[in-house]
Structures are given as C-alpha cells and as structure tokens.
C-alpha cells in the first residue's frame, strides 16, 4: 500500500471515532482510536485526535505526549502544532508555548488564533510590548475580536498606560 492511501477498514473507524468525539462520547472514542492503533500504531490522524480527546478532557500532558508521536509522522501538521502549543500553554510552560506558536505562525503567517495565544503566553512571560504587538495585529485582521480589545486593554493596565 502506498503511504498516501488510507486502509479503508481504518478511515471507517476514524470516521467513527470522530463522530462519537463530536457527541461527547469520550470514552467510546478512545477505544476506537486506540483500536486503529493497534493496528497502525503511526496513523497520524489517530495519534493527533487521540491528543485532542485528552485536551477535552483537560490532561494537557497526555494531550503533548499523543501529539508529540503525531507530530513524528507529520511534523508540519499545523493544527497540530497550535493544539501542541495550546497545552503547553495550559501547563504553563511557556516558553515552550512560545515556541510552538512561532513555529505555527512561520507555516501560517496569518493564523490569528496562534497569534493571540502567542500573546498571551507573551503577557504571562511579562514580555508586555511583545504582547501588545501580537494583539494589535489581531485586531487589525479581526477588529471584532472583543477578547482582543480586552487583552490589549489588560496588557495596557500591566503597562500602566492606563489614558
């Protein structure tokens, strides 16, 4: 089989597996994808979303270890690279954060959620001025975005530059 072909019995059980995800049904989800991956222990699209399932049920650390071995298979996977971020972010590790966010937004440039998290994590390294920069350009490509606007405003307090 070609690397670009997917084995049809397991695409059915990814298929499946995500839309028990969807619904909430964490742990009828997890068995299916633990079952394609005894199957195919590097299905990328099993690893990553297997990740995902333990982001929803907040373990940010399992969440790194699962999208760590996906990342194996398919490093330049952008969602999961910011999701990768994400939880890193979550336990507050964030200088590594940093880093994963940077490496999301040199494949996407214009990925404004990475570049608000990358703000966040900025603010939470009290690298305040960077923060703001990366919450201007958010609301320069989304000027709706409200927790942008509220952002900005709390790194500005943090800055005291409250006029």
């Known amino acids: ?69 996906a990342l194996k298979v398919n490093p330049a996977h952008v969602d999961a690279q910011f999701d990768r971020a994400t939880a890193l972010e979550d336990l507050e590790r964030y200088a590594d954060a940093l880093c994963g966010y940077e490496l999301v937004l040199a494949l996407k440039p214009d990925f404004t959620d990475a570049l608000f998290r990358r703000g966040n994590v900025l603010r939470g390294l009290e690298r305040h001025m960077d923060a703001l920069d990366c919450y201007r350009r958010v609301i320069v490509a ?22």
């Not at 709706?144 to 530059?161: C, M, P, S, V, Y």
């Open 1 to 69: 089989m070609r690397p670009t072909q997917q084995n049809p019995a397991l695409a059915a059980q990814i298929q499946q597996a995500v839309a028990l995800h969807q619904r909430g049904e964490l742990d009828q989800a997890e068995v299916l994808y633990k079952k394609v991956l005894a199957a195919a222990p590097r299905h990328f699209q099993a690893l990553y979303l297997l990740g995902m399932l333990e982001l929803h049920r907040l373990n940010p650390a399992g969440a790194v270890e699962l999208i760590d071995r």
């Open 142 to 163: 989304q000027p709706e975005n409200a927790e942008a606007w509220f952002r900005q405003g709390n790194t500005l307090h943090d800055l005291e530059r409250l006029p």
